[in-house]
């Protein structure tokens, strides 16, 4: 069954400090793999998603995110983060086969940014 | 793009009372929808696949007869709670893959925040 691991559970940051955090999974075949964030008191909403191609994705609000096959892994980056990120990011992966595309999500990262 | 609706977004409950809750696809037909649990401060776990015209496939753990769930037709799923309890209180999200995207890409619904008395 796939699983999805990440590393930090909570990161805090001064404002324009990079980030990074580390997302792996475990499936075999073809996977798609998504960012989520995740703002105090609201519902999910997606960073950026890889499918194919360029292994190295940007998202939306500055984020980015490179698929490393080998590894499988998929880290999430910012070179500059703001005060408004502070929020709780889902890396997530789906088998986009037959296996009926559900979703599987990490246990979650919470990001807190001083400012 | 797509839009995914749930309906309500909060509902409160005293224990041992029943509660539905709608996930619709606005924009597109999806005979499969998911359906999660997050509890607070912790990951989104997936509790069922709805399958529209069969029954839900359940992950482990989740109990079939607590949490009923009906596929009435290609943009409609509900979730109900039977004789809820406290310890169901939790924010419930649907999603649904759209068949007109790139590898049916997932859309997710704003979630329902359950609370019970």
């Known amino acids: 069954a796939q699983s999805v691991s990440q590393h930090n559970h909570h990161v805090i940051l001064s404002e324009a400090a990079s980030l990074e955090l580390g997302c792996n999974y475990s499936y075999g075949g073809t996977v798609n793999l998504f960012w989520y964030v995740q703002y105090p008191g609201q519902h999910l909403q997606l960073l950026l998603k890889y499918f194919s191609g360029d292994p190295l994705v940007k998202g939306i609000k500055g984020f980015e995110a490179e698929f490393i096959k080998s590894k499988f892994s998929f880290n999430l980056r910012k070179p500059s983060v703001q005060w408004s990120d502070t929020a709780e990011y889902f890396c997530?992966?789906?088998?986009?086969?037959?296996?009926?595309?559900?979703?599987?999500f990490g246990a979650g990262t919470r990001l807190f940014v001083k400012a | 793009g797509a839009v995914v609706s749930q309906h309500p977004s909060r509902v409160i409950c005293k224990s041992g009372t029943s509660v539905k809750i709608e996930c619709r696809s606005l924009?597109?037909?999806?005979?499969?929808m998911f359906w999660y649990r997050q509890f607070p401060k912790q990951s989104l776990m997936l509790m069922a696949t709805s399958n529209e015209g069969s029954k839900a496939t359940y992950e482990q753990g989740v109990e079939k007869d607590k949490f009923l769930i009906n596929h009435a037709s290609l943009t409609l799923s509900t979730l109900t709670v039977t004789s809820a309890h406290p310890e169901d209180s939790s924010f419930y999200i649907c999603?649904?893959?759209?068949?007109?995207?790139?590898?049916?890409?997932?859309?997710f619904g704003p979630g329902t925040r359950l609370t019970v008395l």
């Open positions: 997530a992966v789906n088998t986009g086969d037959t296996g009926g595309f559900k979703t599987i």
């Open positions: 924009d597109f037909q999806a005979t499969t």
């Open positions: 999603s649904a893959p759209n068949p007109g995207t790139v590898r049916n890409e997932q859309f």
